[in-house]
């Protein structure tokens, strides 16, 4: 459990440290949900990151109303470290105003979202919540998860742009090619710590 727990925590700083390179290079536009919560927070205050637990809560009770089932308790971590580490990472790092800083900041941000994503899903220890509520839905529609998924980003898109969040090709971008580099980085991550756990069993089995 340290193991799979390490994977976690590192996974939600890896992709929050990417979610805050995306949002400094906001020239380009950022992801569907960091478009709403950036909106939110240009109408109404607080931190982006606050913004991302509120949502992620609000997301996660939904789910466990509508299936009467708590979420495991990397559902909750998730919700709150994203946002913890994601407010950390974007009051330490400098703003960028170039438009060269911006697309560096944003491709290094894009790859880190991926890979981070592939660490803690890896971990198995409880999905976050906007992907709760996406399992949730197909789970009592029988819908494609590739609709779900796809029709959720649009509609908090169209909220987070109307809120006046960055939208640009950036946005595009993350919506067609995270999932790739998540489709790497993954099964990749499995490996590793299968491996791990693996050689820790037989370290203790030899002891």
């Known amino acids: 459990m340290v193991l ?17 390179l995306t949002i400094e290079g906001e020239l380009l536009g950022i992801g569907p949900w960091d478009v709403f919560h950036y909106g939110m927070f240009l109408k109404l205050g607080l931190t982006i990151g606050t913004w991302s637990i509120i949502i ?14 708590l979420p495991k308790i990397g559902a909750f971590l ?16 400098p ?12 491709v290094i941000g894009v790859v880190l979202l991926g890979f981070g994503i592939g660490l803690y899903v890896s971990a198995d220890l409880g999905s976050g919540p906007r992907d709760s509520i996406m399992i949730m839905i197909v789970d009592k ?21 109307a809120l006046g969040g960055p939208v640009g090709v950036g946005t595009v971008i993350i919506a067609f090619f995270l999932g790739p580099i998540v489709g790497f980085s993954l099964p ?19 002891a």
């Open 4 to 20: 799979r727990w390490s994977f976690f925590v590192l996974g939600m700083l890896v992709l929050a440290f990417g979610a805050a």
């Open 56 to 69: 992620g809560f609000l997301l996660l009770t939904a789910a466990s109303i509508a299936t009467k089932k």
């Open 188 to 206: 990749r991550c499995k490996k590793l710590l299968k491996y791990l756990l693996d050689k820790s069993k037989n370290q203790k089995l030899a």
């Open 78 to 93: 998730n919700m709150l470290l994203l946002g913890i580490f994601m407010d950390f990472f974007l009051w330490l790092l």
């Open 95 to 106: 703003s960028i105003d170039s438009f060269i800083g911006a697309v560096v900041s944003y």
């Open 141 to 161: 529609t029988g819908w494609s998860l590739q609709w779900v998924r796809n029709g959720m980003e649009v509609l908090v898109l169209i909220l987070g742009w």
